[in-house]
C-alpha cells in the first residue's frame, strides 16, 4: 500500500517563499521518480516538477522555471518542493505523486498520489 501525504501549505503574500514536502509510505521509494502537480481554481491538475529515483535529473513546467526547485531525500521517503517569489497565479491545491517509473515527465506516467495541500498566495 502506497500512500502519499503532503504538508506545508498555507497563505502566504506574494514574493514569499515555501516549502511543500511529501511523506510516501510504502517500499522501494528510491525506485520510482517522483513529482509534483497543482490543480489552479478553475483549471485542471498539472504537473509542475519532476525529479528521477536518485534525484539526478529535474525538469519543471515554464511556468515555475527558475522559481521551484523539487529534489528528494531517499533516506527519509521524503520529496520537497521549495518555491520561491511565489506568485498570486501560484494559488492552487499542490499534489505529490509517485511515477510508474524511475522518472515520469508527461502526467500520464504517475499512478499514485496524494490529497493534496492548499497553497494560497495574496497580493
Known amino acids: 500500500q502506497v500512500q502519499l501525504v503532503e504538508s506545508g501549505g498555507g497563505l502566504v503574500q506574494a514574493g514569499d517563499s515555501l516549502r511543500l514536502s511529501c511523506l510516501v509510505s510504502g517500499r522501494a521509494f528510491g525506485n520510482y521518480g517522483m513529482g509534483w502537480f497543482r490543480r489552479a481554481p478553475g483549471k485542471g491538475r498539472g504537473l509542475l516538477a519532476a525529479?528521477?529515483?536518485?534525484?539526478?535529473?529535474?525538469s519543471y513546467a515554464d511556468s515555475v522555471e527558475g522559481r521551484f526547485t523539487i529534489s528528494r531525500d531517499n533516506a527519509k521517503n521524503t520529496v520537497y518542493l521549495q518555491m520561491n517569489s511565489l506568485k498570486v497565479d501560484d494559488t492552487a491545491v499542490y499534489y505529490c505523486?509517485?511515477?510508474?517509473?524511475?522518472?515520469?515527465?508527461?502526467?500520464?506516467?504517475?499512478?499514485?498520489w496524494g490529497q493534496g495541500t492548499q497553497v494560497t498566495v495574496s497580493s
Open positions: 525529479i528521477s529515483k536518485s534525484g539526478n535529473s529535474t
Open positions: 505523486a509517485r511515477a510508474r517509473t524511475f522518472y515520469g515527465i508527461i502526467d500520464s506516467q504517475y499512478d499514485y
